[in-house]
């Protein structure tokens, strides 16, 4: 697949959204493709739409290093 290819199949897909929240979604990742790049400045609540779930048991001690929390 080329370049051109990949646009015309992710405009097509744009289009068809029709969820607010999806298209709200694209916008915010336009604005942040458009500010500089590289920025070195963390923005607080940045990666807020990144990540969907996180399991309750994300903190718990993993079985394969039971040997080496002793």
């Known amino acids: ?4 290819t990949i646009k015309i199949e992710l405009i097509d897909w744009i289009t068809r959204l029709k969820d607010p929240s999806s298209i709200n979604k694209v916008l915010i990742l336009k604005k942040k493709l ?3 790049k590289h920025s070195e400045k963390k923005i607080f609540g940045s990666g807020k739409y990144l990540i969907d779930y996180i399991s309750d048991d994300f903190n718990a001690p993993l079985d394969d290093f039971k040997a080496y929390q002793k």
């Open 34 to 36: 458009n500010t500089k």
């Open 1 to 4: 697949m080329n370049v051109d």
